[in-house]
Nanobody, 122 residues
Framework: QVQLVESGGGLVQAGGSLRLSCAASGRTFGKYGMGWFRQAPGKERDFVAAISGSGRSTMYADSVKGRFTISRDNAKNTVYLQMNNLKPEDTAVYYC???????????????WGQGTQVTVSS
């Protein structure tokens, strides 16, 4: 069982930056691939970024490539999402999730956090 708690969301102007954090419980954090997803009102939950358990592999949605960076610190049981050059269309609730694999779709993830709101004003 893995419990995930996101933090770091907030209100930011377009062009600004935020860093999201996701703290995980448990002693086996490094065995899980971690992902970030987001869901805007009335829309489906979309993939944003993922990182393998070792941290050596990452993948990104095309819409965030070059602007967002996912990283992890296995000693701290934490995964991060650095978001730069934010746009109004990035506004959503952001969720972190844990998977026994390394994937870019929601069905691969077994554990989810409660989400953190990110709002980008124009």
């Amino acid at each position: 069982q893995v419990q995930l708690v996101e933090s770091g969301g907030g209100l930011v102007q377009a062009g600004g930056s935020l860093r999201l954090s996701c703290a995980a419980s448990g002693r086996t954090f490094g065995k899980y691939g971690m992902g970030w997803f987001r869901q805007a009102p009335g829309k489906e939950r979309d993939f944003v970024a993922a990182i393998s358990g070792s941290g050596r592999s990452t993948m990104y949605a095309d819409s965030v490539k070059g602007r967002f960076t996912i990283s992890r610190d296995n000693a701290k049981n934490t995964v991060y999402l650095q978001m730069n050059n934010l746009k109004p269309e990035d506004t959503a609730v952001y969720y972190c999730a844990a998977s026994s694999g390394f994937a870019g779709f929601t069905g691969a993830y077994d554990y989810w956090g409660q989400g953190t709101q990110v709002t980008v004003s124009s």
